[in-house]
């Protein structure tokens, strides 16, 4: 299988590239259940560099668009931030069956687990620094500016939250196998108690957590990953989804995380709606393991993440919504 | 059974992290099979319990049930003195599943139609809450 992508994504890189692409050493790596990932070589005119193949599963794990997350490595690539450089983008299926497009490589880098107690060793403080900094400038970035002001997402401030509440919400309800009376009872609170107006639109990543982004050896992050749900909305939708315990092993505490993101977005942290987004977070992360434990029951996509999301994770934050608001009642 | 299930999946976990998947290739391969020994550590947790919790979970519902059916009326009230009045008839996991996934959707249901009622809502949230409790996993090492 391998070899046969090999060649053909040669083939496909020679006229992407307009010079000819020998692809050696293509494998598997993991990267999700959204996409399948490949690792590779790509020799030519004179260059020998590593390159990443993200390919569509047979079956996408929540449907997303490619060439708006292609867009996102493209806006956010050209503006500094730690994202790796796209290089092809391909929506058709003639070249590998499924769409798929190609970034670099950033090598010498590891991801931290959100399973491990210490992900981030003596690089903690900067790595985690850095993570809320960048985040912040993703805030603080004007959509229109960099191209994205067509993105997903609704441009009104007092709308943005129903659009996304509306989003999940729709995928629970299609995906459920048993009922979920705990993200029910999330999804009314939600309604009941709106957040504030956002404070601006911005280009929402989508998924910023642990287990997103490559940092180096010196404690320096160097990609910022997966913008497969990127979107336009309040910025903290973001922040609430960064913060959720799920992946806050090892992590800063909360105040000195919103610290960091306030000086980096210029924005002001409405600590009235944040709560809303931390909910809202908990929430989506049922939704999105609702929709892995279906698409693994059905046969569908059969990768083991899928399995561990649709019930590690279920149970997980099927308990963080449980005390945050149960613990109210 | 000697040896269990549990000890039997708990082993083959370790086999496979141990001995198998450092044989594997780097990468996708090894990621995964290093998931599979963790969700086969999980199985063997669930293996010892998973009965039980359905069935304190079921119980749970049905008290609930029986004390608040009085607070809604029609169609509702009918189906939850109904379901307070049912019992576990087999302890087979896909028997209690099934019988669980009746009581969730009206517990569902139930904390839609009593909601403002403070009592009430305490009451659910109480079960709900110990729902949640009993169905998380212990990672290994935790």
Known sequence: ?????????????????????????????????????????????????????????????????????????????????????????????????????????????????????????????????????????????????????????????????????????????????????????????????????????????????SGNFLFDGEGDIRAILDWEMAHLGDPLEDLGWALDPLWSNGMLGRDEAIAIWERASGLTVDRAALPWWEVFASLKGLAIWISAANEYAEGRNSDPVNAFSGWYCLAFHNKVLADRLGGAA | MKPEVDQILNLSAMQMLGTLAPLLPQGYATGSASLLAFMMMLSAQEYDRAADIRVAENADMRALFAALAPKVHGDLRQNLEAAAATEDASLKISALDAGNAELRKLLAELHEAVEEDATANTRIWTVLRAMADRRVLKLPGQ
């Open chain 1, 1 to 209: 299988m391998s070899e046969d992508i090999s060649e053909r994504l040669a083939i496909y890189l020679s006229g992407k590239l307009g010079h000819t692409v020998e692809v050696a050493n293509l494998s598997r790596i993991p990267g999700g259940a959204s996409r399948e990932t490949y690792r590779f070589r790509a020799r030519y005119n004179g260059q020998d560099r590593g390159l990443i193949l993200r390919r569509d599963p047979p079956a996408s794990l929540i449907e997303t668009e490619r060439s708006a997350e292609f867009r996102a490595y493209q806006a956010f690539h050209g503006l500094g931030l730690p994202v790796p450089e796209p290089i092809a983008l391909e929506l058709g299926t003639a070249a590998l069956d499924r769409p798929f497009f190609v970034m670099a490589e950033i090598e010498n880098c590891a991801v931290g687990s959100i399973v491990a107690a210490e992900p981030y060793g003596a690089h903690r403080q900067k790595i985690c620094e850095q993570f809320f900094t960048t985040l912040g400038k993703i805030a603080k970035a004007d959509p229109a500016s960099i191209g994205l002001a067509d993105f997903d997402g609704v441009h009104d401030v007092t709308t943005t939250w129903k659009h996304e509440l509306e989003r999940w919400e729709k995928v629970i309800l299609e995906d459920e196998r048993e009922p979920q009376p705990i993200a029910r009872a999330a999804i009314r609170w939600l309604r009941k108690h709106p957040p504030p107006p956002a404070q601006k639109i911005s280009v929402v990543h989508g998924d910023y957590r």
